[in-house]
């Protein structure tokens, strides 16, 4: 059984900077296979950032390219999304995902984490 579990939300001021981590337990995911998305009060889930298949580059929403940096460190199963100068509209729910299959659709996810910006 695959877990996600994510760390390091909270409340910050526009302009500001958030490092959200994401650790894998149980049989772990592929180098391509893991992401963030977001999800914000009444609108739908996004995709934040994630890897691409086969080339492993990294990939970005529009909306935060240039601010935000998706990393990982295979040795500790662990994915972190680095988020710079946060803006009032990055506030959402940020949800750590995986994919069991490369390529494929993300099908677990993480409980998710709060991210306030204020302005």
């Known amino acids: 059984q695959r877990q996600l579990v994510e760390s390091g939300g909270g409340l910050v001021q526009a302009g500001g900077s958030l490092r959200l981590s994401c650790t894998a337990s149980g049989r772990t995911f592929s180098r391509y296979g893991m992401g963030w998305f977001r999800q914000a009060p009444g609108k739908e889930r996004e995709f934040v950032a994630g890897?691409?298949?086969?080339?492993?580059?990294?990939r970005y929403a529009d909306s935060v390219k240039g601010r935000f940096t998706i990393s990982r460190d295979n040795a500790k199963n662990t994915v972190y999304l680095q988020m710079n100068s946060l803006k009032p509209e990055d506030t959402a729910v940020y949800y750590c995902a995986g994919r069991s299959v490369v390529p494929g659709q993300y099908d677990y996810w993480g409980q998710g984490t709060q991210v306030t910006v204020s302005s």
């Open positions: 890897f691409t298949w086969p080339g492993g580059s990294t």
